[in-house]
């Protein structure tokens, strides 16, 4: 099962109010394990960028100003994607943004059964808790020291680590069902059934005394046909 962790970068709240993403980053896992797989990119927005915003991510209208429009890239965007599930962590903002831009393109939106929204994982998973995520980071023990500004691969990449968390943890994505797994389950199986089956004894034999075997006879003389011996023989 593949699907693409994603996070954006902005110059604002509002597309319809003409802001712009200025950063995409992707992850791309398989099982909900990641691949290594990425696609980042920054975007020049064509216009300034608030200082206010600077602020959280970084990224000045002078580094972008020289980085492809979103015209250039959603081709590749899209050919990245393809038809995953997509795994954003409050999905609504950001979709907000990609689908806006698409339509500018006379691309086709992303759907919303297409994606997945972690945020809303962990509201209903820990009610009344923060959920933001670096609180999530926080939960699940999961080192975020680098993220001293908002990033959109970085914080894929630490979403990808909080979802897993969210299904489960690292249980979840063992894939115990994949065939080599199922081999070395299946020869670990033999060797314990060949060593737990014991060698089959050749039944042994007694001598009886010829005193014994004359005290017997005489027994079953006395006890005639009630001598369930007798009935055996």
């Known amino acids: 099962m593949r699907e693409i962790i994603m996070d954006t970068e ?6 319809f109010a003409g802001d ?14 990641p691949t290594g797989n990425h696609y980042h ?3 020049n927005p064509e216009r300034d960028v608030p200082a206010e915003v600077v602020a959280v991510h970084g990224l000045t209208e002078q580094f972008l100003k020289d980085k492809p429009t979103f015209a250039e890239i959603y081709s590749d965007f899209l050919d990245f994607i393809g ?9 609504e903002f950001d979709m907000k943004f990609i689908n806006h831009h698409l339509k500018e393109m006379g691309a086709a939106p992303v759907p919303n059964n297409r994606v997945i929204d972690s945020l809303i994982m962990a509201r209903q998973k820990f009610p009344g808790s923060p959920a933001n995520l670096d609180a999530l980071c926080k939960r699940f023990d999961i080192d975020n020291s680098n993220r001293t500004l908002h990033g959109a691969l970085l914080d894929s990449e630490l979403l990808a680590e909080v979802y897993l968390e969210l299904l489960g943890g690292r249980q979840t994505g063992l894939g115990f069902h994949d065939d080599k797994n199922q081999n070395a389950a299946s020869e670990m199986s033999d060797q314990v059934s060949s ?3 014991k060698p089959r004894r050749e039944p042994r034999v007694f001598t009886i005394p010829d005193d014994e075997l004359t005290s017997h006879n005489e027994m ?14």
């Open 20 to 33: 712009r993403i200025v950063e995409i980053g992707c992850v791309e896992c398989i099982n909900h394990i």
């Open 10 to 15: 902005t110059t604002g709240m509002d597309p």
């Open 220 to 233: 079953l003389a006395q006890l005639g046909d009630k001598a369930l011996w007798n009935k055996f023989n």
């Open 41 to 43: 990119v920054y975007i």
């Open 195 to 197: 060593q737990t089956k």
């Open 83 to 91: 038809d995953a599930k997509l795994v954003i962590h409050n999905a």
